[in-house]
């Protein structure tokens, strides 16, 4: 099944009491970042599952996601 660009998502989940949390994802760059933090950290890391439309979900420890804050410009920019 061919999808879109638009249905194509990323959706990390995890809840307040519960360690750890799941990425299921279509982006490619991610799943291959995840594949190699599988094979280099396998008790922290794995394969959860894959849809079999190019969808995996990878376990994953909660303080491992991160929400960074932009760089501010400078002048030069």
């Keep these: ?13 995890f809840n307040e009491t519960s360690e750890p949390a799941e990425v299921f994802t279509y982006n490619k760059r991610m799943i291959r ?3 190699r933090l599988a094979k280099k ?5 794995r394969l959860k599952s894959d849809n079999g439309d190019g969808g995996m979900t990878y376990i ?6 991160l929400i960074s804050t ?3 410009k400078t002048a030069t920019e």
């Design 60 to 65: 994953v420890p909660k303080n491992r996601i």
């Design 1 to 13: 099944m061919k999808l879109s660009a638009y249905e194509r998502e990323t959706i990390i989940l």
């Design 41 to 45: 950290f396998p008790n922290e890391f």
């Design 33 to 35: 970042k995840l594949e």
């Design 70 to 72: 932009p760089k501010r």
